[in-house]
């Protein structure tokens, strides 16, 4: 069993920049491969980024040099920066953990976070 929790989001300007932190419990966070997704209001929940247990990383296209993700397993942390921000970005930002399944698939990751609010003015 894994519980997530999201912070750091807010407002911020276009061009701005955020770090979202995703805190883990459990003391077997490095054997999660971990993701990012978002869902804007009427929109579905999508993908944004995941890191295996391993480092390896995968990006969608849209958020690609602008955002990292990254992970600390001694401080059972995964982390999202955020720069270049635009307001297409606006969305609840989640964090995810998972076994096993597919990156990029929301019905592959075992456990949620509650989502932090992320909202970039023009």
């Known amino acids: 069993q894994v519980q997530l929790v999201e912070s750091g989001g807010g407002l911020v300007q276009a061009g701005g920049s955020l770090r979202l932190s995703c805190a883990a419990s459990?003391?077997?966070?490095?054997?999660?491969?971990m993701g990012w997704f978002r869902q804007a209001p009427g929109k579905e929940r999508e993908f944004v980024a995941a890191?295996?247990?391993?480092?390896?990383?995968a990006y969608t296209d849209s958020v690609k040099v602008r955002l990292t993700i990254s992970r600390d397993n001694a401080k059972n942390t995964m982390y999202l920066q955020m720069n270049s921000l635009k307001p297409e970005d606006t969305a609840v930002y989640y964090c995810?953990?998972?076994?096993?399944?597919?990156?990029?698939?929301?019905?592959?990751?075992?456990?949620w976070g509650q989502g932090t609010q992320v909202t970039v003015s023009s």
């Open positions: 890191m295996s247990w391993s480092g390896s990383t």
């Open positions: 459990g003391r077997t966070f490095s054997s999660y491969a």
């Open positions: 995810a953990a998972r076994v096993r399944g597919r990156k990029y698939s929301t019905n592959d990751y075992d456990y």
